[in-house]
C-alpha cells in the first residue's frame, strides 16, 4: 500500500514538505487513544534471536534509524512505535542554526537516492536536552549525533564537541561524534589524527569521572581513501573510542542513472541510498577485517532492503541503520528486516 498509493502522493511535494507532513501525521497519530499501542503491533516485531548487546548496551533488534531523521529528538514517542531497535538523534550542535539555504533535500529515484545539504539545521543542544528528558518511559536505546556549529573555526571545534556531549551525558546511551558531513564547511578536515585527538581526548576526560559509562563512536566518510581508513582504525585502536559509524554520505556521483544534467542542477550536497550500498558494505568489510572483528562497527548507507541489512550484518557490522531505504520503503521496512534477519536465525 505504502509503495503503490501513500508513496507516489507524497513523492508529489519537496523532500522537506513531505518530512514535515510525515512528522504532522505520526504526531497526530500519537495523540489517539491507544493508536500507538496499535501501529506497535502492527510495525513491530520481535524475536529473540534479534537481541544482542554491543558496546555494553542491549538492544531489542539491531536495526535503528539513522540520524537525520529527527534532529531535534522530538518524534521519538512517535518513531518508538515503528520497531526500530534503537534511534540516533541529531545532528545537534551548541547553538541553534538554521541550516544551508532551501532548497536543500532532493530526490533521485530513478537511483533510489537522496541529495541533502541540510547542513546541521537543528534547535541547539539545550532544547534537546529538555526534549530527551522524557525519553525514559518509552523504553528505547538513544544515540546522540555531535556535531560543531557551523560558524565555529576548526581550532575551535573540540569546546563544542565537549559542550554537547556534557549537556547530554544523562539522557544518551552512546554518542557519535560526526565530522565527515560533507555539508558543513570544512568540517570533514577535521578526520585527520591531529584534530581528532584534540576533540576527543577531552571528552575520554569528562567520561573518566562519571559513575556511568557512555559509548564514544566515530562516524566517518565514505570517501576517506584506504591510507586515511587505516589512520582512523590505528585512532581507534590507540584510544578510548567504543566503535565506529560507517558510513556518511558521500560526495560522489558515479553511476548514477539520473541524467547528468539533473543531477548538476542539483548541486552540492551528501548522496544517500542504492548508490551508496557497495561502498558502505566494503568499508563495513575492511574495517572489520583491519580491527580484527573487535570493535563494534554500526553499518549504515545505502541500505535499502532486507537483504542490503544481512549483507552489512556479515560484512562485519554490529547493528545496521536505515534512512533513505525507510524513506523509501515505508513504516513497515523495520519490521520485514526483524523478520528476514529471525528467519536467517532459524
Known amino acids: 500500500m505504502y509503495k503503490k498509493i501513500i508513496r507516489p ?3 508529489v511535494f519537496s523532500p522537506e514538505r513531505v518530512h514535515k507532513l510525515t512528522v504532522g501525521m505520526l504526531r497526530a ?44 529528538a522530538t518524534q521519538f514517542p512517535y518513531l518508538a512505535p515503528l520497531g526500530f531497535g534503537f534511534i540516533e538523534f541529531g545532528t545537534v550542535t551548541p547553538r541553534a542554526q538554521p541550516g544551508n539555504p532551501k532548497p536543500r533535500l532532493f530526490r533521485l529515484k530513478r537511483d533510489r537516492a537522496l541529495i541533502n545539504r541540510m547542513g546541521f539545521n537543528n534547535r541547539g543542544v539545550e532544547a534537546m536536552a529538555k526534549n530527551l528528558a522524557r525519553k525514559r518511559k518509552y523504553g528505547l536505546v538513544i544515540g546522540g549525533n555531535l556535531g560543531k556549529n557551523t560558524l ?12 554537547l556531549f556534557r549537556m547530554l551525558y544523562q539522557f544518551v546511551d552512546y554518542f557519535v561524534i560526526n565530522v565527515s558531513c560533507p ?48 589512520e ?31 543531477v548538476e542542477a542539483i548541486g ?26 573487535r570493535y563494534p562497527i554500526i553499518g549504515v548507507g545505502g541500505v535499502m532492503s532486507r537483504e542490503d541489512a544481512l549483507r552489512m550484518l556479515e560484512a562485519g557490522a554490529s547493528l545496521v541503520q536505515v534512512y533513505t531505504g525507510f524513506i523509501y520503503e515505508g513504516p513497515g521496512f523495520v519490521k520485514r528486516i526483524c523478520k528476514y534477519l529471525a528467519g536467517k536465525n532459524r
Open 29 to 72: 497519530a500519537g495523540y489517539i487513544p491507544g493508536m500507538r499501542r496499535l501501529m506497535g503491533s502492527v510495525f513491530t516485531y520481535n524475536d529473540p534471536s534479534l537481541e544482542r548487546d554491543v558496546f555494553g548496551i542491549h538492544f531489542k533488534n539491531p536495526v535503528g534509524l539513522a540520524a537525520g531523521f529527527d534532529k531535534d
Open 232 to 262: 582512523i582504525v590505528t585512532i581507534l585502536i590507540d584510544t578510548q573510542l567504543d566503535g565506529l559509524v560507517a558510513v556518511n554520505t558521500t560526495t560522489s556521483r558515479d553511476g548514477l542513472q539520473t541524467p547528468a544534467n539533473e
Open 152 to 163: 565555529t573555526p576548526n581550532e575551535q571545534a573540540p569546546a563544542d564537541y565537549l559542550k
Open 183 to 230: 555539508n558543513v564547511k570544512d568540517v570533514t578536515s577535521l578526520q585527520n589524527s591531529q584534530s581528532l585527538m584534540a576533540i576527543l581526548e577531552p571528552l575520554f576526560d569528562f567520561r573518566r569521572g562519571q559513575n556511568d559509562y557512555r559509548p564514544i563512536l566515530l562516524k566517518i566518510s565514505p570517501d576517506l581513501s584506504r591510507e586515511q581508513i587505516d
Open 9 to 11: 502522493l507524497l513523492f
Open 268 to 293: 552540492n550536497g551528501g548522496l544517500s541510498g542504492a548508490p551508496l550500498t557497495e561502498r558502505a558494505i566494503e568499508t563495513v568489510a575492511y574495517l572489520h577485517e583491519k580491527t580484527e572483528g
